[in-house]
Antibody, heavy 114, light 110 residues
Framework: EVQLVESGGGLVQPGGSLRLSCAASGFTFSMYWMTWVRQAPGKGLEWVANIKEDGSEKYYVDSVKGRFTISRDNANNSLYLQMNSLRAEDTAVYYC???????WGQGTLVTVSS | QSVLTQPPSASGTPGQRVTISCSGSSSNIGSNTVNWFQQLPGTAPKLLIYSDNQRPSGVPDRFSGSKSGTSASLAISGLQSEDEADYYCAAWDDSLNGWVFGGGTKLTVL
């Protein structure tokens, strides 16, 4: 059974940093593109970033370029999102998803507030 | 303002057929396939349709997708109360080099 479990969310002050993790199981992690998607409270879905199977290609939405970094550890079946210079508008539930979003995690809430 | 345009709401009575539209441009829907997602209240999104009209295993055939030019549609036939949810479309955008989503459509079953 495919499982994606996010962790690392929490309350952080504006300008702060946070690292999200996504533990994958039930499939060959190294064979799939992986993606982060976020959803601000009461709002729609927004794609954040994705990364190729071997990590050689990464894409980001404009609003996080230069602040967020997506990475992966295929040996440990893990996906990461390093978030720096956080802003109030980054407050959202962050989901990791496989490939073209065929499986999603349960999400982890990031709140940026003083 | 979302890159893909969906109606904010839709409604129908049990047993009816409802369609939800998703309008884009030549750089997204016009040149790439469309996915549709269902998000029940308080839960993570679930893939409903991929590659314009393909259903993942386990998705009832009451759900169907279609595409023409730069627009796509999700149709739900035999509407049921458990279909009440938010529905989103998404596609890769060649100009933005990223995925774009519609703003979502809240479906109410009357």
């Amino acid at each position: 059974e495919v499982q994606l479990v996010e962790s690392g969310g929490g309350l952080v002050q504006p300008g702060g940093s946070l690292r999200l993790s996504c533990a994958a199981s039930g499939f060959t992690f190294s064979m799939y593109w992986m993606t982060w998607v976020r959803q601000a409270p009461g709002k729609g879905l927004e794609w954040v970033a994705n990364i190729k199977e071997d990590g050689s290609e990464k894409y980001y939405v404009d609003s996080v370029k230069g602040r967020f970094t997506i990475s992966r550890d295929n040996a440990n079946n893990s996906l990461y999102l390093q978030m720096n210079s956080l802003r109030a508008e980054d407050t959202a539930v962050y989901y990791c998803a496989r490939r073209f979003f065929d499986y999603w995690g349960q999400g982890t809430l990031v709140t940026v507030s003083s | 303002q979302s890159v893909l345009t969906q109606p904010p709401s839709a409604s129908g009575t049990p047993g009816q057929r409802v369609t939800i539209s998703c309008s884009g441009s030549s750089s997204n829907i016009g040149s790439n396939t469309v996915n549709w997602f269902q998000q029940l209240p308080g839960t993570a999104p679930k893939l409903l349709i991929y590659s314009d009209n393909q259903r993942p295993s386990g998705v009832p055939d009451r759900f169907s997708g279609s595409k023409s030019g730069t627009s796509a549609s999700l149709a739900i036939s035999g509407l049921q109360s458990e279909d009440e949810a938010d529905y989103y479309c998404a596609a890769w955008d060649d100009s933005l080099n990223g995925w774009v989503f519609g703003g979502g459509t809240k479906l109410t079953v009357l």
